[in-house]
C-alpha cells in the first residue's frame, strides 16, 4: 500500500499512457471497417434496384389542349353589345352600326351606282345665203350649271374665228354642204359636223351615289355639290369616267369612290 501512495500519480500516467497507446493500436483498425461500412454502402445503393415510376396521367392536360384546339363559338358581335369592344352608333333609321374600321359612317361607306356623261355637242342648224353664206352652228354645253344657258345658237362664215371653233373647210356645195370642218379653239382638234351628223364629246360627269347606313340617295350630282354623309359635310371636288372625288369640308381630306363599270 505505501508503494502505491507513494507512486500513484506515475501508475496513474502509466494507465493513461496504456490507454492512449492500445487507442492508437486500435485506430487503423476503426478506419479501415469505417471505410468498409462506407464501400458497401455505396455498393448496396448502386447496385440496387429502383422500382419503376407508374405511368403519368396527362388526362387533365390533354383536354386542355383539346379545348384550345376546338374553342367555343361565341358571338360577341351580333348578339352582345356590352363586352363588345368596339362603337356603336345609330343611323338616321334608328338601326345600330358597328363601328370596326372607323369607315361605316363616313364617306367611304357611300357608293356610286352611276356616272353619265355631259357632252359639249355641236351642230349644223341651216345655211343663211342673204348677203353672204353663213351657217348657224347649235351648240349644247350639257355641263353648265343653268339650264336656260345649256343650249344656244350662233352664226359663223368660213375662217370666222369663234369662241368655241373656226369653220376651216365646206365640204361639198357652199350653200348645201356635205360637212364643215371646224378647228376647236381649247384643243386644235379638227371636227366634222352636218346636218344629220353632230360632235359630241364628253366634257363633265354627273353622279349618281347612295349611303346605305343612312338609306339615303344622291341623283345626278355635279362638281361642287355639297352631300351630308354621317356626321359630316362633303364636296364634290371632281368626277371622272370611273371615280367621284370627294372633299371633307372640317379637315379637306380627299376620299376616292370607284365606280365598278
Known amino acids: ?11 496513474l500516467l ?16 476503426v478506419i479501415q471497417k469505417d471505410k468498409d461500412d462506407m464501400q458497401q454502402m455505396t455498393t448496396t445503393v448502386i447496385n440496387s434496384k429502383v422500382p419503376p415510376l407508374p405511368p403519368l396521367d396527362l388526362t387533365p392536360q390533354n383536354n386542355l389542349l383539346n379545348r384550345l384546339q376546338n374553342p367555343p363559338d361565341l358571338d360577341f358581335s351580333t348578339t352582345n353589345k356590352l363586352f363588345n369592344p368596339v362603337t356603336w352608333k345609330k343611323n338616321a ?6 363601328i370596326t374600321t372607323g369607315h361605316e359612317i363616313d ?6 351606282t352611276r356616272i353619265t356623261p355631259l357632252y ?17 352652228i347649235g351648240i349644247e354645253r350639257q355641263f353648265v350649271a343653268s339650264r336656260s344657258q345649256r343650249k344656244r345658237t350662233t ?16 365640204k361639198g356645195d357652199a350653200v348645201a354642204p356635205d ?11 379638227l371636227i366634222n359636223i352636218s346636218r344629220d351628223k353632230p360632235f359630241q364629246r364628253a366634257d363633265a360627269y354627273t353622279a349618281d351615289l347612295k349611303f346605305d347606313p343612312e338609306k339615303k340617295t344622291f341623283v345626278g350630282q355635279r362638281e361642287g355639290a355639297v352631300l351630308k354623309l354621317g356626321e359630316e359635310t362633303y364636296n364634290i371636288v371632281a368626277i371622272h ?15 376616292i369612290l370607284h365606280y365598278p363599270r
Open 1 to 11: 500500500m505505501d508503494f502505491i501512495k507513494k507512486n500513484y500519480e506515475k501508475i
Open 14 to 29: 502509466s494507465v493513461v499512457l496504456l490507454g492512449v497507446v492500445g487507442a492508437l493500436v486500435a485506430l487503423p483498425f
Open 93 to 98: 333609321n334608328g338601326d345600330l352600326l358597328k
Open 107 to 112: 364617306a367611304e361607306a357611300a357608293e356610286v
Open 120 to 136: 359639249l355637242i355641236l351642230s349644223l342648224e341651216s345655211v343663211e345665203t342673204n348677203l353672204e353664206t353663213r351657217y348657224v
Open 155 to 170: 352664226v359663223a362664215s368660213l375662217n370666222e374665228k369663234k369662241d368655241l371653233f373656226t369653220i376651216t373647210q365646206v
Open 179 to 189: 360637212d364643215l370642218v371646224l378647228k376647236l379653239a381649247d384643243t386644235g382638234e
Open 241 to 255: 369616267q370611273n371615280e367621284v372625288i370627294l372633299s371633307d369640308q372640317s379637315n379637306q381630306k380627299k376620299t
